[in-house]
């Protein structure tokens, strides 16, 4: 019983520690540290992110994307000149697809959606 | 600025400051900083850890927090759950520099000499302690102050328990001697008639 009694009261020496003179300073470095973690981390996905960027860029250059695009242009008017031949009631559809709109309109979307899918991972990480 | 928003959680309890930490609220967890900052750095200094030392284990083991609070489930408190970490890192770092080795082979042979405590004299724990070996201190102060079981702090210490065990038991008895030489008088009586 003594023996409990005994490491009861150990435990409460243990427990009462005094705050040390420079607690509030101590804190401040370890806020200090996990702001520097913080922004290093930012910055890590900043550059990997403008690095990225920089290779897409780069791919969709090699790739002929522009060309492609315009391409998918003459098609997307052939196709709405076709189909108003085809029907006269099919105003509408001609112009959906007229100027290869639709294309841009599609690019713009999954850029958007790309951004958006970016913004959640990042706020994740 | 580090300390600015410092008013606006002061008022908030630990559990609440933790669940605005996990959310990577810094400015939160600085402020549970504050509060247990000692008492981390403190626990370390009882187990032998230098004073720039023991700051620095005790930085690393909060920043460990931070990364983990998420783990940080409230059954015990969180100072509790950082000091166990802290215990952990130093440990760690004894290892890395090769000293833990070195202490835990010191132990028994070259124990330094209990002098007999006064029951009147108000002597602090941190005097107490250091009475103790280096083995012994660890040992106690892992499973009072940093509140590991025995068979954690075997683990962390790479001992086999029993061998935990023998240490604790032998710190308290010197403790005991130190801190209320009654009790111990009235154990050896109690054995002396038993």
Known sequence: MAELDFERRLERLFAELPELPDAVAFAERVERRLDRGWTARRWLIGAAGVVGGVIGASQLMVSNVFQRVETAEDSARFLSTSVSHLSTSADWMAALTSGGAVVWVAAGLAVIMMGFVLTRVIGEI | ?194
């Not at chain 2, 009475?131 to 001992?159: D, I, K, P, Q, Y």
């Not at chain 2, 240490?167 to 209320?180: P, T």
């Open chain 2, 1 to 194: 600025m580090p300390g600015s928003g410092h008013s606006r959680f002061a008022s908030l309890h630990d559990v609440e400051l933790c669940a605005y930490s996990a959310t990577g609220e810094r400015r939160a967890f600085g402020e549970l900083v504050r509060r247990h900052g000692s008492a981390v750095r403190g626990v370390l200094r009882r187990m032998g850890a230098q004073g720039a030392e023991a700051d620095d284990v005790a930085q690393d083991a909060f920043l460990t927090a931070f990364e983990r609070i998420a783990e940080f489930r409230g059954e015990g408190t969180f100072a509790a759950w950082v000091k166990k970490i802290a215990a952990r890192l130093y440990l760690r770092r004894l290892q890395r520099d090769r000293k833990l080795g070195a202490l835990t082979a010191e132990a028994i042979e070259d124990e330094p000499e209990t002098p007999r405590g006064d029951a009147d004299a108000a002597i602090d724990l941190e005097e107490a302690l250091k009475v103790l070996s280096a083995t012994e201190r660890l040992c106690v102060t892992m499973c009072f102050g940093a509140g590991l079981s025995h068979t954690e702090a075997a683990e962390a210490l790479n001992l086999p328990l029993g061998t935990v065990k023998s240490h604790v038991k032998r710190g308290l008895e010197k403790l005991r001697a130190r801190l209320a030489p009654e009790d111990g008088a009235v154990l050896e009586g109690r054995r002396g008639n038993g």
